[in-house]
């Protein structure tokens, strides 16, 4: 009984959450007191007892529990599909046919709002639609784990993303590694953020073929804040006496200084310089030169050489 008590607990853990398959439960048990003679003198509880062990219900919550999903996000999985449970496990197949891995298989189903309400010809439209961008169909289940997001977006839309990379200048080998080194660039912003994160970085004079470079060996910059993360760096490297032809040249040089942070990382670097010696008029000159020396470690590479 200990399974059953442990199975119920599920169940009434979710029950609150789970209106839709809650409600597909009454239903179900209200049938079987027409449709199945053998359980017609039980009271509706025994009846609904039956149909959730029947639904498989129990065994599927304790998987998603299993593999890290809470609560709310399985409630959410479970009314996604209408308490259809045969498409959730038909979509599990699916996620692992494109090499999804069993650890990811329930994030993506939580995270994929509108997943499964879809048809599976749409699905394989996109998964299809990348391939063809560059993204080996090995790699897909890498890209979906970890932007889920990709597969709520329409082939339209997944068309329009794609274009505003390819426009860039990007050849399908750049595009695809891009998107398997960060999938997010791909499906997780907005293409408004998206744009205006471009449009602030052609403000340093780099072409768009330049910029499409850039994003291709660091498309992390895609998550950078302008507000937050941008522009004090500007601020601080202006005040370091570097024009915005010497930001540009570092941006092309080594663009992963505009993903670092400004407090922790950069900032201690530019101490050490000054603390070693570097006029501070001739500091700003040293990162242009040499920008690479702001992604050193402090302590494994800087310190020990001086």
């Known amino acids: 009984s200990g399974g059953k008590a442990g199975g119920l607990t599920y169940v009434n853990n979710l029950t609150s959450r789970m209106g839709a398959f809650v409600d597909r439960i009454v239903v179900g048990a209200a049938a079987m007191r027409r449709d199945r003679s053998e359980l017609a003198h039980q009271s509706f509880n025994a009846r609904a007892r039956t149909y959730i062990q029947e639904s498989g219900v129990v065994e599927l919550v304790k998987w998603f529990k299993h593999n890290s999903l809470t609560y709310p996000q399985i409630a959410k999985v479970v009314c996604s599909c209408s308490g259809d449970l045969e498409k959730v496990r038909r979509m599990l197949k699916w996620l692992r046919s494109i090499y999804v891995k069993g650890v990811f298989l329930g994030r993506v189903l939580a995270k994929g709002e509108s997943l499964m309400s879809r048809s599976f010809e749409e699905l394989e439209e996109i998964t299809g639609y990348l391939e063809c961008c560059g993204v080996r169909r090995d790699w897909i289940g890498h890209v979906v784990s970890r932007c889920p997001q990709l597969l709520n977006l329409s082939l339209d839309e997944l068309e329009t993303r794609v274009r505003f990379y390819t426009d860039m200048g990007?050849?399908?080998?750049?595009?695809?590694?891009?998107?398997?080194?960060?999938?997010?660039?791909?499906?997780?912003?907005?293409?408004?953020?998206?744009?205006?994160?471009?449009?602030y970085l052609k403000e340093f004079g780099l072409s768009t073929e330049e910029l499409?470079?850039?994003?291709?060996?660091?498309?992390?910059?895609?998550?950078?804040?302008?507000?937050?993360?941008?522009?004090?760096?500007?601020?601080?490297?202006?005040?370091?006496?570097?024009?915005?032809?010497?930001?540009k040249r570092m941006l092309v040089v080594q663009p992963t200084i505009f993903c670092l942070d400004l407090e922790t990382v950069i900032a201690p670097k530019v101490r050490f310089l000054q603390d070693i010696g570097v006029r501070n008029d001739a500091v700003g000159n040293v990162l242009v030169k040499f920008p690479p020396v702001l992604t050193y470690s402090l302590y494994r590479k800087l310190r020990p050489v001086v």
């Open 212 to 247: 499409g470079k850039m994003l291709a060996y660091k498309p992390q910059l895609m998550a950078c804040s302008i507000e937050e993360r941008w522009k004090p760096l500007v601020k601080y490297l202006y005040h370091l006496n570097i024009s915005r032809d010497g930001m």
């Open 170 to 199: 990007m050849n399908e080998n750049d595009f695809g590694t891009m998107v398997y080194d960060y999938p997010k660039v791909l499906g997780f912003f907005s293409l408004e953020e998206m744009n205006s994160k471009v449009q």
